[in-house]
């Protein structure tokens, strides 16, 4: 099956500078990346997503880069702000919905004011 | 409804006793997922209803543990002889066919003692 590598475990970062998260998953198969963000005492909800036909999707000041060949996609966050403060999951599954998604054990992201 | 609901929010139960989880899926949504989040740590798959198919169970961690939805709606997990291990926050998630975003409910925060 599926796994999913997610690092660091914990980033903090001063406020305005960027963040980056690192996955990595194993199943070449895998064609669905979705990034989650949990603030405390909420469920995950999702914040961006990527196919694996593209190689990069930017919204606003989050961004998703993936690369099939070395199977490993990133979280890009610039200018953040002290409300991007959460855990963030990576996740990955090889079919076209959300089934079969396996998660990272998750970033806790601090944004240092 | 506007999200997916879960109830109760907390829990606290004796070990040994039965508990009783229960989700509201978003209308329409035909998936349905249980996931086991345990303290600091990532997502972990436990079981997934599509339609009026066999529910992938294959995350369950025990025969302690099942899951039953009536129809594409209501879905209750109950965890009999409750174990100190079982304390968790047990998430549910529900999302269209084919659609890859996955909507998350608040969570019940299971506490045995």
């Known amino acids: 099956g599926e796994n999913v590598e997610q690092h660091p475990s914990t980033l903090s970062v001063q406020e305005g500078d960027s963040a980056v998260i690192k996955c990595t998953y194993s199943?070449?198969?895998?064609?669905?990346f979705p990034w989650y963000k949990q603030e405390l005492g909420k469920g995950p909800q999702l914040i961006i997503d990527i196919r694996s036909n593209v190689g990069e999707k930017k919204d606003q000041r989050i961004a998703v880069t993936l690369n099939k060949t070395a199977k490993h996609f990133s979280l890009h966050i610039t200018e953040t702000q002290p409300e991007d403060s959460a855990v963030y999951f990576c996740a990955a599954t090889d079919r076209l919905g959300a089934d079969g998604l396996t998660f990272g054990k998750g970033t806790h992201l601090i944004i240092q004011p | 409804g506007a999200g997916v609901s879960q109830s109760p929010s907390n829990k606290v139960t004796e070990k040994g006793k039965d508990v009783e989880l229960r989700c509201d899926p978003i209308?329409?949504?035909?998936?349905l997922y249980w996931y086991r989040q345990r303290l600091g740590q990532g997502l972990e798959f436990l079981i997934y209803f599509q339609g009026n198919s066999a529910p992938d169970k294959s995350g369950l961690p025990s025969d302690r543990f099942s899951a039953e939805r009536t129809g594409e709606s209501v879905s209750t997990l109950t965890i009999q002889r409750t174990q100190q291990e079982d304390s968790a926050v047990y998430l549910c998630?529900?999302?269209?066919?084919?659609?890859?975003?996955?909507?998350f409910g608040q969570g019940t925060r299971l506490t045995v003692v």
């Open positions: 209308s329409g949504h035909t998936a």
């Open positions: 199943d070449s198969a895998s064609n669905y």
């Open positions: 998630a529900s999302s269209s066919p084919g659609q890859g975003e996955a909507f």
